[in-house]
């Protein structure tokens, strides 16, 4: 069904390349991009929406879920491990309800609606519920392999805007807290797990006077956008952070996305150049993922996932070259605030010649004694004075940088975050060109930001992720993520 409502004009910059360069006002106008418009007019469209529910059943008379493939016959999105789970702890989730050929039961349902915004673009969003909790920090899990889209499979969207959140069930944009969207992940069937094309976490939402939680609208700049081909599968897990025995809360998981229908289901091979609409040509952004993770490589759970000391100090680098020529437009950087003190990329730099390696530091986490927030002059200070020092003389330019300061936080008490401190969305990476054998460096000092933090992880280990994800429009390459399966456009 759809929502009918009157257009309303935004301002936006022309161009990501009409950025300014300063960290400050990069994030403020071209980064978030952020006006009130965005969250407003996503809401009225949910209020406005007449939802379908739908029925999940075989599309074909006798498809068989055992056998039938996601990408060319699949059953009507009830292929694979399609459930919602929920659980007080992580490892206590269980299923609400799960499902093959039939539907949730237990109330929990999955509704569709559409709304066309002008002539070329239009708005679908599904929305999987309604979930009742009550704080705790509890765990609800929604996984869908296929999203029951009214396109047809292989249809290919050039998404222009979209939204991967929690909303009431009148519409209404959910902020963190009471709810933390620990990952929510939109994904073309044939991608990596966790491959990140459409994505939202708790760190996407703005400090209050920068928008809050309607940077979880992601809204690209006029002629870019993410191709993305159906089906899209969804990977969710949110938290109810509100204090244990909270009064009900009624929410929702939604997908909404924002596209322009460019190419019609086809078996060939698409050029790359394949979408000219009248108003000129798209710019199809891909994502290259630095997930930046010490050696050896462990992932304790969730793809990219590193644990460190909750109760000391460890730093790390990594070192690697890009494979393109292309300038950024724009970045997101995703991390863990209470246990990460500062992360940053450096180009045209090697650990050698930023002094790193004699600085004791390695590619392996190496622990020092003290932490960054109980000793000033830790050895997590004095390594980055002395990469402050070497940076100039190496040539090398420090393009992303996180740096966790009370600037970036907000605490509301009552909650089950640790000391009541959420982190919010920081400063991504300065405009900068980005070219085939160009080297970087990638340096994390992870520390706990207080004694709370550093004694709440069970067994003292604290799972992180220290994320840089880079945008870019690459020649040749339309899909929204390209981090595996013969694409990489770094090493």
Not at 58 to 77: E, F, H, I, L, T
Not at 334 to 354: P, Q
Not at 445 to 463: K, N, Q, Y
Request: glycine residues 10%; proline residues 8%; positive net charge.
């Amino acid at each position: 069904m759809e929502a009918h409502l009157p257009m309303q004009a935004t301002s936006l910059p022309a161009s990501p390349s009409t950025c300014p360069s300063g960290p400050h006002e990069y994030r403020t106008a071209c980064l978030l991009q952020f006006n009130e418009t965005k969250q407003l007019e996503l809401e009225a469209i949910l209020r406005a929406c007449k939802w379908q529910r739908l029925e999940f059943k075989p599309a074909d008379v006798g498809c068989d879920v055992r056998q039938a493939s996601p990408r060319k016959r699949p059953c009507s999105g009830s292929v694979g491990n399609t459930q919602v789970m929920h659980g007080l702890t992580e490892g206590a989730m269980r299923p609400l309800s799960s499902s093959g050929t039939r539907w949730f039961g237990g109330g929990v349902r999955v509704e569709r609606c559409g709304h066309h915004a002008g002539a070329e673009h239009e708005w679908e969003m599904h929305r999987i519920g309604p979930f009742t909790t009550t704080g705790g920090n509890d765990w609800t899990q929604v996984q869908l392999p296929a999203l029951h889209s009214r396109h047809k499979l292989g249809t290919r969207l050039a998404v222009s805007e979209y939204f991967l959140g929690s909303t009431s069930t009148e519409g209404k944009l959910l902020a963190y807290p009471p709810l933390h969207q620990h990952h929510f992940h939109v994904e073309e069937y044939k991608a990596d797990w966790f491959a990140g094309g459409l994505i939202a976490h708790g760190d996407d939402q703005c400090h209050a006077h920068a928008g809050g939680v309607a940077c979880l609208v992601h809204r690209h700049a006029p002629g870019h956008v993410q191709r993305v081909t159906t089906p899209l599968s969804v990977d969710a897990d949110v938290n109810d952070v509100r204090a244990a025995g909270s009064p009900p809360l009624t929410h929702w998981a939604v997908v909404a996305l924002k596209s322009i229908r460019e190419v019609p289901p086809s078996s060939e091979p698409l050029p790359a150049d394949a979408a000219v609409r009248s108003s000129g040509r798209l710019q199809a952004l891909t994502q290259m993922r630095l997930a930046v993770m010490p050696l050896p490589v462990r992932n304790p759970g969730y793809p990219g996932t590193y644990g460190v000391p909750s109760n000391q100090t460890s730093a790390f680098f990594r070192e690697g070259r890009f494979l393109v020529d292309t300038p950024l437009a724009w970045s997101y950087v995703h991390t863990h605030g209470h246990y990460v003190d500062e992360m940053a990329l450096y180009v045209n730099a090697s650990a050698r010649s930023l002094g790193l390696e004699e600085a004791g530091l390695s590619p392996a986490l190496r622990g020092y004694t003290g932490t960054c927030w109980s000793t000033p002059t830790g050895a997590c200070r004095t390594a980055l004075r002395g990469l402050a020092k070497q940076q100039a003389s190496a040539g090398a330019r420090r393009v992303c940088h996180f740096k966790r300061t009370s600037a970036l936080s907000e605490r509301v008490p009552g909650t089950e975050e640790i000391d009541g401190v959420f982190y919010r969305k920081s400063t991504g990476c300065i405009p900068f060109e980005i070219a085939r054998g160009l080297p970087f460096v990638a340096v994390v000092f992870a520390s706990p930001d207080s004694r709370a933090a550093s004694s709440t992880p069970a067994g003292s280990i604290a799972p992180l992720h220290t994320f840089f994800r880079l945008f870019a429009a690459v020649p040749g390459v339309l899909a929204p993520t390209c981090n595996g399966g013969g694409c990489y456009l770094w090493h």
